[in-house]
Every structure is written in structure tokens, then in C-alpha cells.
């Protein structure tokens, strides 16, 4: 999947040049690039796609959103690290065609 995922932030900071923040996504702290909203500030919560904030959004929203993924099963796969990532994919059952026009087998 690759749901844009509600988060609160808790840190902000430049690197590089980038403004970035440490963001809570209801236990999961991950760092998330805050440039294009620079409107955001610690305290806030922002949607987060791909590690980018991409927008703001009020609190009793964001805390809502995060139950239903919770609720749905998709938030820890969403906020899984790149090795786990990969250890679920390894397990899940290959399909022959890549571009999904056939049955897995």
C-alpha cells in the first residue's frame, strides 16, 4: 500500500538545507522531510506520504485517521522499517507476472 499517514511532530530542524522533523505517529518516530509546508510547527500534526509532510491537519482528524488504519490493520504496515519491509514481501506469494495480468500461483 502506501498510505499518507497522519503524525504529530516533535522536533523541527535543518539538514542540509531541508527544514526536517522528528514525527509521532502514534508510537512510531520516524524523520520526515517538512518543506513543503512550512506553515508546520512542533505541536502540529501534519500528513506524512512517503517521508514528506504534505500538508497540515487538525488534531481530533489526525488522532480519528490514525484508529481507523489501527482499526483496519494497515498502520503497522505502513510505518514498518525497510527490513521488515522486506522480510513480509520475502514471505508474500510471487506472482509470474509482474504487472499483474495473470494468477499468482
Do not use: W
Not at 506520504?49 to 484508529?67: C, M, N, R
Not at 504496515?77 to 519491509?85: F, Y
Amino acid at each position: 500500500m502506501c498510505l499518507a499517514i497522519p503524525g504529530k511532530v516533535e522536533e523541527v530542524s535543518t539538514e542540509n538545507g531541508l527544514r526536517v522533523g522528528r514525527v509521532n505517529f502514534g508510537g512510531v518516530v520516524k524523520r520526515v522531510c517538512l518543506d513543503y509546508v512550512p506553515e508546520v510547527e512542533v505541536g502540529d500534526y501534519a500528513i506524512v506520504h512517503v517521508g514528506f509532510a504534505i500538508s497540515k491537519i487538525d488534531q481530533k482528524t489526525a488522532e480519528e485517521t490514525l484508529e481507523t488504519f489501527r482499526q483496519m490493520g494497515v498502520l503497522d504496515e505502513e510505518l514498518a522499517g525497510e527490513a521488515e519491509q522486506f522480510a513480509r514481501a520475502e514471505k508474500r506469494p510471487q506472482s509470474n507476472c509482474p504487472d499483474g495480468s495473470c494468477d499468482i500461483p
